[in-house]
């Protein structure tokens, strides 16, 4: 049913969650899952000057995606899954739908942070940006999701 199967990761504990649940339908599957970090170099909320924050950002998500990314090949190894594992700059919730349609992709694989109220109506939610904009299925999987299965 699935070939290639995209898990966006930031190393949270939703995104954990999602990283279970893709892993599954993978070796189900016998698909390819694609494990993506993008480093946000989104600025347009900073009132400083961008260009003093540029190399802080990039090293900063680059150290956080080898840590993140070597989590989640160690656990498709663990799960026989094959891998590619790719770290992007840019705003997450486009550079995710790129991906998908670079790759491929038959399916997008999201954790949910569960931020409601006003902390949602100011942040927007990267998951519900990549639902409304994918071309493909996305599974939205929360930590209660994974907690329960």
Do not use: C
């Amino acid at each position: 049913m699935y070939e290639h199967i995209l898990v966006p990761t930031d190393g949270s504990d939703p995104a954990a969650a999602a990283l279970g649940h893709a892993l599954g339908l993978a070796t189900q599957n016998d698909a390819i899952l694609h494990a993506l970090f993008v480093i946000d170099t989104d600025k347009s909320w900073l009132t400083v000057s961008r260009t003093e924050v540029d190399d802080a950002i990039r090293d900063i998500g680059q150290e956080t995606s080898e840590q993140v990314l070597g989590e989640v090949e160690a656990a498709a190894a663990d799960a026989g899954a094959e891998l590619v594992t790719e770290v992007l700059e840019g705003t997450p919730d486009e550079r995710i739908l790129t991906s998908a349609a670079d790759d491929d992709a038959d399916l997008i694989v999201m954790g949910t942070h569960g931020h409601s109220g006003l902390q949602r109506r100011l942040l927007g939610s990267v998951t519900e940006r990549v639902i409304r904009g994918a071309d493909v299925p996305v599974m939205a999987v929360s930590v209660a999701d994974e907690d329960t299965a």
